[in-house]
């Protein structure tokens, strides 16, 4: 793995481990699990660490999925500019860089 994408994978890492920190997006479904399944959900991604070559292939840590209260739940990190308009330049660099946590049901994709 190069310098810039084990950059990525820590900040994505940084970010599911501690949300607030950063962007994060729920989607109706998620929201309408109630919120003790929110609270449940977000430990979850965490301590998520079920990451392999099928769902993880550049090793960036940014998507996973998991089964919780009889759904299943996707995870995706994107990366954008500053003024959240575009991709970013550099989603190894945090100083051009916000990440965007998303949340959602695989329904929902």
Partial sequence: MNLATNRIR???DEL???LPSGHAVMTPG???LGPEAVARTIKT???FDDFCHAND???E???GSFE???AVILFKIDY???ALAAHSPDPSDPSVTERVITIMLAEEY
Wanted: aromatic share 12%.
């Fill in 68 to 70: 919780a209260d009889g």
């Fill in 61 to 63: 840590h940014d998507f």
């Fill in 30 to 32: 998620i929201a309408a």
């Fill in 45 to 47: 991604i965490a301590v």
């Fill in 80 to 82: 954008y500019d500053r």
């Fill in 16 to 18: 599911r481990r501690n």
């Fill in 57 to 59: 292939p550049f090793e």
């Fill in 10 to 12: 820590t900040l994505n």
